[in-house]
């Protein structure tokens, strides 16, 4: 299949690894991988805070970059979750626009939709030597219900030991511009999910959002722990 | 300087008393919600109908107030139309003057706390008795309440029981509840018998029938709609179901919603007057404030449809940790924070809508389906357009997006980025990034990378 990558543009600019991995991980599996350079931001940023024109505009450019895709991987529940669910709302009142994102949203996936669900795989060829535990983000849950696709293909990570982590649902505060209108309470719900990410025990903490990561990773990284995050991507392209 | 909900919220992250309050209450009631609702193989479609029922009433809502004021009128009331707030307390003033009375009890009603009733009254030497017994325990503390259905879950019993030592005359109380609920039904059967008025809230209201429905726990609620000669109903007129058989549907979301039971205590319905048995006068009032400009928004209508029963608020990560007092309204938790700058205007409640982290839990729970997450971005939408959003991260968002619109600028930008992070990187990361304390006070940043993606793959 050609395989093309949103790469989302956190990941692009602060976490390189994750979006190398997929390209990775799909290429192992025999996949053609192709990366259109003029793509840039999904909007989301922008719609979640109220900046909806400019979120429109960044909606118009994804789906002229994107419009001819057979299918587009992002290594973020949330970015596609903005394409799949927002872009809609967007494009409302252009009907032009309207018909272009019902064609493409669909065809838009994160990557554990793209492996397990699409691709019907499980064992992706890949090992990993470390105890790992998985938040499951927010919009990867409740947007995309992509549900047990991750849990899956951890599990058939060779020497992956998968531990769960306690109120997995709950949200790591987040959030987007939350994070910072919003820093004290974002704070105090990310403390309650890095108190239970250590009570785990794993080396490592994973997810399939780069922004997720990014807070909770913040929070370890400050508090000097030896806990990791790994995108759900770097586990999955790891080898031997 | 901090304003509005990140100011309050603030007050109350620092209140470990607070906290642990929150914890317990909200994660006890949310597994007991989890459990009552699993065991229903039917949930999805009962949501679903509960959800058209509201619609249904929102597109008709002309015709169903109509429809309700005939049958409320043919069935011995009298409906009065208040426009604003203040309309509705100099009506129910009005009533109450006329009856002579100067003490009245009150069921826990939010419209009635909404309109600031109680304040209105005090000012024409009527006093209110709030009968809920947590209402009745923020009444006494002069503290407003912090949940829909648990007003005083910011207290705990120690909390509690000082408070009743020294407000109800009982010294040698003890913390057990007991006591406590005897305390308090001690000092309102006194009430309950003496007074000649009631006012209450109402749930639901039946447009075909003119029914009145009130849902309780504690039975203060029937003293008051069955005890007085005169009772007093405020309606939101969002609260509206179309027949009596519709409240199948309500009367088994609300209670495994709201307090994670099958089926609540006491469910009172009541039409008109019956010579001879209950209040031999009955007054509506039905209530606009706001609604009908809410009703007028397309995505955010869908909010008139809530039937409070406060999942939302159990389920979200915000209200767990803040708890109510830091909405600064009547309506807390995810709920608050799109009703609130609805009925209020965005210009006065503008932070709230910010209050939360999008994760859609409260959206999961809504049994009416109300796609919170949806209307909190919209009204996102409404703050940045109608003004209160600050210069600065107006001009930063419209900067960014110019810089997302070109693959040259975007490029050029994580190079500067990268450049501009440098001298502020320590061991890989950024511990203190000036303009970003907001992050980088509790959470260290990782710079733009040495080979961004792009870079990366155009090397290979």
């Known amino acids: 299949m050609r395989i093309s990558l949103f790469v989302t543009c956190l990941a692009d600019t602060v976490a390189p690894e994750a979006a190398t991995a997929t390209v990775r991980v799909l290429e192992r599996l025999g996949h053609e991988v192709e990366f259109r350079p003029e793509q840039t931001c999904c909007g989301q940023l922008h719609l979640n805070t109220g900046y909806r024109s400019e979120a429109a505009a960044l909606a118009r450019r994804f789906v002229r970059v994107f419009g001819d895709a057979e299918v587009v991987v992002a290594p973020s529940a949330s970015c596609v979750g903005t394409v799949r669910d927002h872009y809609a709302g967007l494009a409302e009142g252009d009907p032009a626009f309207e018909r272009e994102v019902a064609a493409l949203a669909p065809r838009v996936l994160e990557l554990s939709e793209l492996l397990a669900d699409r691709l019907g795989l499980e064992d992706v060829g890949a090992a990993f030597q470390h105890r790992v535990t998985y938040h499951p983000t927010c919009h990867s849950l409740r947007m995309l219900r992509v549900g047990e696709a991750p849990y899956r293909l951890l599990r058939a990570v060779r020497g992956l030991e998968l531990v769960d982590l306690p109120e997995a649902s709950e949200c790591c505060g987040f959030g987007g511009t939350f994070a910072v209108k919003n820093a004290e309470t974002s704070a105090a719900i990310l403390a309650d999910k890095v108190r239970h990410v250590k009570e785990t025990g794993a080396e490592v903490c994973a997810a399939a959002d780069s922004s997720c990561l990014l807070q909770i990773g913040g929070a370890l990284s400050r508090a000097g722990s030896r806990v990791r995050t790994a995108h759900l991507a770097e586990i999955l392209a790891a080898e031997a | ?460």
């Not at chain 2, 619109?405 to 001298?423: D, F, T």
């Open chain 2, 1 to 460: 300087m901090k304003q509005g909900f990140p100011a309050a919220a603030h007050d109350a992250l620092g209140n470990e008393q607070l906290r642990r309050n929150l914890w317990v209450a909200t994660h006890t009631i949310r597994a007991k919600r989890a459990s009552v609702v699993e065991e229903r193989a039917d949930w999805e479609e009962l949501r679903e109908a509960g959800r058209a029922l509201k619609r249904r009433v929102l597109r008709h809502l002309d015709d169903y107030l109509l429809q309700f004021e005939e049958a409320v009128t043919r069935a011995g009331g009298t409906v009065h139309w208040a426009r604003d707030g203040a309309e509705a307390c100099r009506v129910v003033a009005e009533l109450v003057r006329a009856t002579g009375e100067r003490e009245v009890v009150k069921v826990k009603s939010l419209t009635t706390d909404e309109i600031r009733l109680n304040d209105a009254l005090a000012t024409d030497g009527i006093d209110v008795v709030e009968t809920d017994l947590a209402e009745l325990i923020c009444q006494l503390a002069g503290e407003g309440s912090s949940h829909i259905l648990v007003p005083a879950i910011h207290k705990n019993r120690v909390e509690i029981r000082d408070l009743f030592r020294e407000r109800l005359g009982v010294p040698d109380l003890s913390e057990e509840p007991r006591e406590l609920a005897e305390a308090a039904r001690l000092h309102l059967r006194e009430r309950f018998l003496r007074a000649r008025v009631a006012i209450s809230g109402a749930n639901f209201a039946v447009a075909e029938t003119g029914t009145v429905c009130v849902v309780e726990s504690e039975g203060n609620g029937r003293f008051c709609t069955t005890l007085p000669d005169t009772l007093i109903t405020v309606v939101g007129i969002e609260k509206l179901v179309p027949a009596p058989e519709d409240l199948e549907v309500f009367l088994q979301l609300l209670p495994r919603s709201s307090t994670g039971e099958r089926m609540n205590p006491y469910t009172s319905l009541w039409t008109g007057v019956t010579p001879g048995d209950g209040p031999q006068t009955f007054h509506v009032v039905l209530l606009d404030a706001g609604r009908t400009d809410v009703l007028a928004d397309e995505v955010g209508r869908q909010t008139l449809a809530c039937i409070r029963c406060s999942a939302c608020l159990n389920v979200c990560p915000v209200y767990e940790r803040t708890g109510g007092h830091a909405y600064d309204s009547v309506y807390p938790g995810p709920i608050g924070a799109i009703l609130t700058p609805q009925l209020q205007g965005v210009d006065r409640a503008g932070t709230l809508p910010y209050a939360s982290s999008l994760c859609g839990a409260c959206y999961e729970v809504c049994p009416v389906k109300i796609d919170i997450p949806e209307v909190l971005v919209h009204l996102r939408g409404r703050v940045v357009a109608e003004g209160p959003s600050s210069r600065g991260e107006r001009a930063a968002m419209r900067l960014l997006a110019w810089v997302f619109a070109s693959e040259r600028r975007y490029r050029l930008a994580q190079r500067l980025g990268r450049l501009g992070g440098r001298p502020f990187v320590r061991g890989g990361r950024i511990r203190r990034l000036p303009g970003l304390g907001a992050w980088t006070d509790t959470r260290d940043l990782p710079p733009v990378a040495r080979q961004t993606f792009r870079q990366w793959w155009s090397s290979r």
